[in-house]
T-cell receptor
Framework: SAVISQKPSRDICQRGTSLTIQCQVDSQVTMMFWYRQQPGQSLTLIATANQGSEATYESGFVIDKFPISRPNLTFSTLTVSNMSPEDSSIYLC???????????FGPGTRLTVL | GENVEQHPSTLSVQEGDSAVIKCTYSDSASNYFPWYKQELGKGPQLIIDIRSNVGEKKDQRIAVTLNKTAKHFSLHITETQPEDSAVYFCAASWNNQGGKLIFGQGTELSVKP
């Protein structure tokens, strides 16, 4: 497994602003993932972030809205841009340890947009 | 694309009873089925998983069964305790999808003392 931390743990933001969420893992991992969990809902994959390559976005998510950085094997950021109240969600990063599909999650960032 | 259906959405049991949560998947190519437990205010925690070459896996009070023919898999919790109360998610993935997990809708389990 892996120990994953996220910053901030929660934030309240104004409409039209942007927030950058950081994800730090205690060991080097190739694959990191960003998920969104809307209130009371399941998890939806936003994108896969592999070090050394551009992030791969899922249908319905675009780079202009959710730019991702992956500067090294232990760190990634997700930015939620030009926020609206519909972006209020929990944002989770996960890492693949061992096989790509065996994923461990961070504690999440709880975002409220007013 | 792959779709995962999870039932029930809520489940209430008495402490000591067993709890069963069921999931079905649509893509027969799926070959990995993890279960996550999410407590309030926390991220999902991997509690058990199973691959398609195995029909059953057990870890203390938790077991998972897989029926590839019927394309469904189940989580069994025996001797439930109040600390088992949480939301449980099943998921599925398949080869060559870069680790993409498709999650079920979640089951809120409440264990009453």
């Amino acid at each position: 497994s892996a120990v994953i931390s996220q910053k901030p743990s929660r934030d309240i933001c104004q409409r039209g602003t942007s927030l950058t969420i950081q994800c730090q893992v205690d060991s080097q991992v190739t694959m990191m993932f960003w998920y969104r969990q809307q209130p009371g809902q399941s998890l939806t994959l936003i994108a896969t972030a592999n070090q050394g390559s551009e992030a791969t976005y899922e249908s319905g998510f675009v780079i202009d809205k959710f730019p991702i950085s992956r500067p090294n094997l232990t760190f990634s950021t997700l930015t939620v841009s030009n926020m609206s109240p519909e972006d209020s969600s929990i944002y989770l990063c996960s890492v693949a340890a061992g096989r790509p599909d065996t994923q461990y999650f961070g504690p999440g960032t709880r975002l409220t947009v007013l | 694309g792959e779709n995962v259906e999870q039932h029930p959405s809520t489940l209430s049991v008495q402490e000591g009873d067993s709890a069963v949560i069921k999931c079905t998947y649509s893509d027969s190519a799926s070959n990995y089925f993890p279960w996550y437990k999410q407590e309030l205010g926390k991220g999902p925690q991997l509690i058990i998983d199973i691959r398609s070459n195995v029909g059953e896996k057990k870890d203390q009070r938790i077991a998972v069964t897989l029926n590839k023919t019927a394309k469904h898999f189940s989580l069994h919790i025996t001797e439930t305790q109040p600390e088992d109360s949480a939301v449980y998610f099943c998921a599925a993935s398949w080869n060559n999808q870069g680790g993409k997990l498709i999650f079920g809708q979640g089951t809120e389990l409440s264990v009453k003392p």
